[in-house]
C-alpha cells in the first residue's frame, strides 16, 4: 500500500470531517436540550452563507433573481468579516426560531415538533430559491485554496484550507466548551438539558435557555455552510447531503455528546473517502455506504453512541 | 375552612382546586403555614400530597389562592416563584444526577446575585461533610441518603424563606430518615426557615412539626397541633400504626 497516497486520503478527506462535525454539533446541542432533531439545521445554515454571500457581494448587481438580495446595499465586507456577521445572523435566525415556532409548540409532542422543522427545512430551501435562484454561485475561500497552497508532510499536501477549517471549528468548540463549564448562563443550559422541569424548581427560565441553544446550535451550522461553501459551491440545496451526513455523525457519536459529534464527523468524512478507495468493489457513488453500515454496528454494540449519555440513576 | 390561627402566616392556600385531565386532584384545599414554623401535611398514597406541593409552585393546572406572606402568587410562574424565595424538593429529589454535585449546588443559587454564593457552599459542607467530599462526583452516583442530603442543600442554596419538601423520607433506611429529620429540625430552629413538609411517616413529621394537616382524596380532613393529631384515635390507627 502506498503510504504517501493513504496520508494524501486522510488529509483530503478531514476537509470535509470538519463540516460534518461542525453540522453534527449544532444538531447534538438542540437534541441535548430539548430532545428534538432539527432538520431545518442545513438549511438554516445555507440560508447564513447567502446572507455572507449579500454581505460580500457589493454594490454591483451580481445577484439574479432580484427580491430582497437587490435591495440591501452590499458593503465591501471582507471575507471573515462577512463569515462572522453571517454566524451573528444565523444565531438570532435560531434564537428566533426557538421563540417563534417552537416555544408556542411547547405541548406538542416531539414528533410533531420534528415535523414543523421539516415544514421549516422546505420552507427556508423555498425562500432560498425564490430571493436568490437556484444556480449555484461562486463563493470565496476564506483560506488560500490555489496551487502550492499547503503544508507538505511526509510527502503528502494538507491544504491550508484543511487546517484552517479545523482550527476555526476547534476554537469555537472551546468557546463553547468554555461557556457551558465555566458560565451560569452554561450551567443553566446544561441543567435544562437533564431536566427542564427540575430546572424550573430551581428558578432557571426555561425558554430563554433554550434559546441560547438553539443560538449557539445555528453558529456551528453557519460556520459548517459557510466553510465549504466555496469548495461545493453556493446554492439551496448545498447542506441537504451535508446534513445527511451530520445525523449520521451525530447518531454515531452519540447524540447528546458534542465530543462524539466531533468524533462522528471524522469517521463518517474518514471512512467515506478511504472505504471507496480501497474496497474495490464500493465505487464512490456508494461512498455514504460503508459509513452507514458503521452507524449500524456501532448502534447494536453500544445503542446510544460512541460517547451518548447512558442515563443513570439511583433510586 | 381554616380561621387564622397563626400570629404569622408564612403560606396560605384557599380553595385550591387542581386537576390532570379531567381527574380532579385536590377539591378546595384550605391551610396555613405558620411563618417560621413548621406544617406537615400526612396522608395516603394518591390523596393529593404531592399535587398540592406542585399546585404552590405552579406547576399543574389549578384555581384558588395562594399567598406567600403578603404576596398572591397563585398566577405567577414557577420559576419567579423560586425567585419570590419558595425553594420545593420535589419527588424523585430534583437533583441533576449527570451534574457534579458542586454544580449542583451552584444551580441552586441561580436566581441569586450576591456574592455570598461560595460562603453558603462552604457552609452547606460543614453541615453535610459527605457532600463536601464528594464534591466532584455526579449527584447520580450518590447514595439515596447523600443525595437527598444534597436535594435540601440545593434547595437552600437560593436562600428561601420557604422550603416545601416532598416525602424526604422515600426510599431510605430509617436511620438516615432519623438523620435527616433531625437536621430539619435543627435547621429550622437556627434559621427560622418556614417549612412545609408532605410525609407518608406520620412518627417522625410529627415529631418534628408544630402544626399537621390530614389529606385524604384531595381534601384536608383534619387540622390540629402536631400534639393534637398524635393523639387522635384516627391519626393513631391510619398512619401511627397504633
Given at each position: ?31 441535548r ?53 453571517a ?63 499547503h ?13 484552517g477549517?479545523?482550527?476555526i471549528l ?38 430563554p ?8 446550535a ?8 459557510c ?9 439551496p ?19 447528546d ?9 471524522l ?49 | ?9 408564612g403560606?396560605k392556600?384557599?380553595?385550591l ?5 379531567a ?62 424565595g419558595?425553594?420545593h ?154
Amino acid at each position: 500500500m502506498d503510504l504517501v497516497l493513504l496520508l494524501q486520503r486522510i488529509f483530503d478527506a478531514l476537509f470535509n470531517s470538519a463540516i460534518y462535525s461542525s453540522l453534527a454539533l449544532a444538531l447534538v446541542i438542540i437534541f441535548r436540550s430539548t430532545g428534538l432533531l432539527n432538520f431545518a439545521q442545513g438549511e438554516m445554515a445555507t440560508f447564513t452563507a447567502y446572507i455572507a454571500f449579500v454581505l460580500l457581494a457589493g454594490p454591483q448587481p451580481r445577484l439574479t433573481g432580484g427580491g430582497l438580495a437587490g435591495l440591501i446595499p452590499g458593503v465591501p465586507f471582507s471575507i471573515p468579516l462577512a463569515i462572522f456577521g453571517a454566524v451573528l445572523c444565523g444565531m438570532a435566525a435560531g434564537a428566533m426560531t426557538e421563540r417563534a415556532l417552537i416555544r408556542p409548540l411547547g405541548g406538542a409532542s416531539d414528533v410533531a415538533l420534528v415535523n414543523i422543522t421539516i415544514g421549516l427545512l422546505l420552507a427556508t430551501n423555498s425562500l432560498m430559491a425564490q430571493w436568490w435562484g437556484t444556480g449555484p454561485r461562486f463563493f470565496p475561500a476564506i483560506f488560500p485554496t490555489g496551487a502550492g497552497q499547503h503544508f507538505t508532510i511526509l510527502g503528502a499536501r494538507l491544504r491550508y484550507s484543511t487546517v484552517g477549517v479545523w482550527v476555526i471549528l476547534l476554537s469555537a468548540l472551546i468557546l463553547l466548551v468554555l461557556l457551558l463549564r465555566h458560565t451560569k448562563t452554561g450551567l443553566a443550559f446544561r441543567a435544562v438539558s437533564i431536566s427542564p422541569s427540575n430546572a424550573e424548581l430551581v428558578g432557571v427560565r426555561v425558554g430563554p435557555t433554550l434559546m441560547y441553544g438553539w443560538a449557539m446550535a445555528s453558529g456551528f451550522g453557519a460556520l459548517a455552510a459557510c466553510l465549504s461553501a466555496n469548495s461545493v459551491l453556493l446554492e439551496p440545496n448545498m447542506m441537504l447531503r451535508v446534513l445527511v451526513y451530520a445525523f449520521a455523525a451525530a447518531t454515531l457519536g452519540g447524540l447528546d455528546s458534542p465530543k462524539g459529534a466531533l468524533l462522528g464527523g471524522l469517521i463518517i468524512g474518514l471512512s467515506q473517502t478511504l472505504i471507496p478507495a480501497y474496497v474495490p468493489f464500493i465505487g464512490f457513488e456508494l461512498s455514504v455506504l460503508p459509513a452507514l453500515v458503521a452507524m449500524v454496528v456501532i448502534l447494536l454494540i453500544r445503542p446510544a453512541g460512541l460517547f451518548g449519555t447512558q442515563r443513570i440513576e439511583r433510586i | 375552612m381554616v380561621d387564622d390561627v397563626f400570629d404569622e402566616v408564612g403560606l396560605k392556600v384557599e380553595d385550591l382546586h387542581a386537576s390532570y385531565g379531567a381527574v380532579e386532584v385536590l377539591r378546595g384545599l384550605n391551610f396555613e403555614v405558620a411563618a417560621k414554623g413548621v406544617s406537615v401535611i400526612l396522608g395516603a398514597n394518591g390523596a393529593g400530597k404531592t399535587t398540592t406541593l406542585r399546585a404552590i409552585c405552579n406547576m399543574c393546572s389549578t384555581s384558588g389562592k395562594v399567598t406567600l406572606g403578603e404576596e398572591d402568587i397563585t398566577r405567577t410562574g414557577t420559576a419567579e416563584i423560586v425567585r419570590r424565595g419558595v425553594a420545593h424538593v420535589p419527588q424523585g429529589r430534583g437533583t441533576f444526577p449527570e451534574l457534579s454535585t458542586m454544580d449542583n449546588l451552584m444551580i441552586g443559587a441561580y436566581t441569586r446575585k450576591d456574592g455570598e454564593v461560595r460562603d453558603d457552599v462552604e457552609r452547606w459542607f460543614e453541615i453535610f461533610p459527605r457532600l463536601a467530599e464528594r464534591q466532584d462526583q455526579l449527584a447520580g452516583s450518590l447514595s439515596g441518603g447523600e443525595q437527598q442530603m444534597l436535594a435540601v442543600a440545593r434547595a437552600l442554596m437560593c436562600r428561601p424563606r420557604l422550603l416545601l419538601l416532598d416525602e424526604p423520607s422515600l426510599g431510605l433506611a430509617p436511620l438516615i430518615i432519623e438523620d435527616l429529620f433531625e437536621r430539619f429540625g435543627t435547621l429550622n430552629k437556627e434559621t427560622g426557615l418556614t417549612m412545609l413538609i408532605v410525609e407518608q411517616n406520620a412518627n417522625l413529621a410529627l415529631e418534628m412539626a408544630d402544626y399537621g394537616y390530614v389529606i385524604e382524596s384531595g381534601e384536608i380532613t383534619l387540622s390540629g397541633s402536631a400534639d393534637q393529631l398524635r393523639n387522635d384515635p384516627a391519626v393513631q390507627e391510619a398512619y401511627l400504626g397504633a
